[in-house]
């Protein structure tokens, strides 16, 4: 079955940087695009960012535009978000997401927070 795990979350201080990681399995990872969600208890998930199949292309939500970078490595099968110049603002519940052949898949999140 498919599988998304998250981890490199923790706490950080404002301006400080965190790298975030998602294992996928259970599907073939190289043929779909991946993203990274955030959501923040109460609210909606945000599309953060997306990766396309070879990583060639991406796209960011305007506020982490130049601070956030998505990332891929096809042979293990591991989306990466490396964050730099963390805001109190991101501060949230980040989310791996495949929409793949079979379904849509969400991991089950790892939390940054922010606090100096």
């Known amino acids: 079955q498919v599988q998304l795990v998250e981890s490199g979350g923790g706490l950080v201080q404002p301006g400080g940087s965190l790298r975030l990681s998602c294992a996928a399995s259970?599907?073939?990872?190289?043929?779909?695009?991946m993203s990274w969600y955030r959501q923040v208890p109460g609210t909606v998930h945000n599309l953060v960012s997306t990766i396309t199949t070879t990583g060639v292309s991406t796209t960011y939500l305007n506020s982490v535009k130049g601070r956030f970078i998505i990332s891929r490595d096809n042979a293990k099968s591991t989306v990466y978000l490396q964050m730099n110049d963390l805001k109190p603002e991101d501060a949230a519940t980040y989310y791996c997401?495949?929409?793949?052949?079979?379904?849509?898949?969400w991991g089950r999140g790892t939390q940054i927070t922010i606090s100096s």
């Open positions: 259970g599907f073939t990872f190289s043929n779909y695009a």
């Open positions: 997401n495949a929409k793949t052949g079979t379904g849509e898949y």
